[in-house]
């Protein structure tokens, strides 16, 4: 029966799709095939093939050695803090505990220093371009929608823009639709390893999930916006990739510190958003409590309420346990109209408990991306610096690229859902 809900979903999501379609009669339908068949073999390659599924293991367990050589950095900065260990004593921040401030600051502040170092030496721009080529050559799509959507499954959403910086000005608008929707859909590889962690303090194994989710959703935002917007006009980098790899640091301790200073500005930004969410989020919740008392006073009318019941039609035809799905449908709402970091949090911390392995993935893989209100407003400030010229088009493409970004995650979770 799981399976079958998941055939339904998929067709809900490409339904959604079509709907908003901009040009139903233009829709190129082999990117839409190839594209999807790319999801597939990928979510086949790590949960079906031992060798591979092994190796994302492994590199799992290597993000969580990030995290304890970030810690030593953190050590320095905040040891002689007394925090509480696990068995509810207190002792040294050294030695003990985990305070979610202190370890995600370094943790991205590291990782963003590290692809720093790699982006120097020139290793994540030919990364980036060799599977860009090849998903360029499955599917036909240009070359400038190939690489920012490839880039942004390592790097932030409007860093990867930056990669395709000289196509931005004479890009289509198909095109960046595209680009937008990608790197909504994706995730930053030190905000991923940042919720691999979390995961893995509250025993749950996230990491090949999340990294399964952040490489199928560069086809799947593809597949999704060329529904919403096909291409009509002709494109400069159609049947081409090429990356600029030359670095714009004068040497590896000039990486380390503009990655340390930019990581520093992203933690600093998840944490004000957590501060100021979760308040607001408090306050409506006292504020809708006090207004179901009014019909009945055993009534606890709450957001998380409202979301279950209003995403629980997605949960449900994504192929989600029975059991699950009223969490699942509470995470994704969370996720989308908050932020993904208050989602992850809720399912880490058990807040919002999700219990069976197949709702674990499916929901792992649909709340790990950037498509929330708040990122569409970062994308079009981020990307209208980089491009000035096409703020008004990067405005207009707001809404639909937090859709696409959107199904698109639905669209990896309900195929990888399917094949276990």
């Known amino acids: 029966m799981g399976r079958f809900q998941g055939i339904i979903g998929i067709v809900l999501i490409l339904g959604i799709a079509y709907l908003f379609s901009n040009n139903k009669k233009r829709i190129n339908y082999r990117v839409i095939v190839t594209g999807m068949a790319l999801q ?7 949960l079906k093939v ?40 207190f002792g040294n921040y050294i030695n003990s505990g985990f305070v979610f401030a202190f370890n995600v600051t370094s943790t991205i502040i590291l990782v963003c220093a590290l692809v720093a170092i790699l982006y120097h030496f020139g290793i994540m721009q030919r990364v980036v371009a060799v599977i860009a080529i090849a998903m360029n ?16 499954a390592f790097i932030g ?70 529904i919403v917007f096909p291409e009509t006009e ?23 510190s503009h990655g340390a200073g930019d990581g520093f500005k992203i933690a600093m930004n998840v944490i004000a ?91 792992s893989i649909a709340i790990c991306g950037f498509a929330n209100f708040s990122s569409v407003g970062m994308q079009i400030g981020g990307i209208g610096e980089i491009a000035p010229g096409r703020r008004a088009d990067l405005a207009r493409l707001g809404m639909k690229a937090l859709l696409c970004g959107t199904l698109a995650s639905y669209l990896s979770a309900t195929i990888a859902g399917i094949l276990i």
Not at 40 to 46: E, K, P
């Open 40 to 46: 597939l073999f990928i979510a086949v390659l790590i």
């Open 50 to 89: 031992p060798a591979v599924t092994g190796f994302f293991q492994l590199l799992g367990k290597g993000m969580s050695k990030i995290e304890i050589f970030a810690r030593k950095g953190a050590s320095f900065v905040y040891g002689g803090i007394a925090v509480e260990k696990p068995d509810g004593t």
């Open 137 to 152: 050559f499955i599917m036909r799509v240009s070359g400038a929608e190939a690489l920012s959507n490839v880039a942004s």
């Open 157 to 226: 959403q409007v860093e990867a823009q930056v990669m395709i910086r000289p196509y931005l000005q004479t890009m289509t608008m198909s095109e960046l639709l595209a680009s937008m929707s990608g790197s909504l859909a994706c995730i930053a590889g030190g905000i991923l390893v940042v919720y691999a962690n979390m995961g893995a303090q509250a025993g749950i194994d996230l990491a090949p999930k999340l990294i399964m989710a952040s490489l199928m959703a560069a086809p799947g935002a593809l597949v999704i916006s060329k």
């Open 234 to 256: 002709e494109s400069q980098t159609l049947g081409t990739v090429k990356l600029e790899v030359k670095s714009s640091y004068t040497n590896v301790v000039d990486a380390i």
């Open 273 to 363: 958003m957590l501060i100021g969410f979760i308040a607001v989020i408090a306050c409506l919740d006292w504020i809708l409590v006090k207004a179901g008392h009014l019909f009945n006073p055993a009534f606890d009318l709450s957001i998380n309420y409202i979301f279950g019941k209003i995403f629980y039609p997605f949960a449900w035809s994504m192929g989600v346990p029975m059991q699950d799905v009223d969490s699942v449908a509470t995470l994704l709402g969370q996720k989308l109209t908050i932020n993904e970091f208050v989602a992850f949090q809720n399912l880490t911390n058990h807040s919002v408990p999700v219990i069976s392995d197949k709702g674990l993935l499916i929901v």
